[in-house]
């Protein structure tokens, strides 16, 4: 099954229309964000398994890329994410960074890249969320990083993530593919 990603060129619109639409499509992506870091801290249970949460950060991730034409659009839910993080209990101090760092990275990847099937844009959805453990285990001085490393090591931590980050893909591609909600 191929993909198709969308195009950023539209017919030409007025102004005043095209402000709108791009503010409604901005205040929805950034909504999409702080949703999925609401539902994170609003489904803290306890699994004891690094990288569980990002079944629902990179389904949301996904499924907003999925369903903008903006080029960016990751990056702006994950400025959604990172803006509530702070005030909703996250004692990582680099969680609103790897919020960003992961919009940021998956933007690029399908600027790079330009997957064209469903299965490169879930291996990228993972590969996006390693990115966290990665640079928690770079910096080394949060005690989330060291906790996590020194209790289930390195290799463990980074297969859990990409794990996490590949079924979050899967399920942020499968609900884009059934259900449309346009964020143009």
Known sequence: MSLSIRNETTQAEPASLSRKISFRSTLLLLTMGAFATLVQAGLRFPLHIPGHQGLIWMAILIYARMNSSYRFSAVICSVGAASVSPFLGFHDPFAAFSFILSGLALD??????????????????????????????????????????????????????????????????GLAKTKHINCN
């Not at 690029?108 to 640079?135: D, E, N």
């Not at 080394?140 to 090591?153: C, I, K, V, Y």
């Open 108 to 173: 690029l990847g399908f600027i790079a890249f330009a997957p064209k099937r469903l299965g490169m844009v879930a291996l990228m959805g993972a590969v996006v969320f390693l990115a966290q453990p990665l640079l928690q285990s770079l910096i080394m001085s949060t005690p989330n990083a060291l906790f996590h490393t020194a209790n289930f090591g390195l290799p463990y931590l980074l297969l859990t993530h990409l794990a996490f980050g590949f079924t979050g893909s899967l399920i942020g591609l």
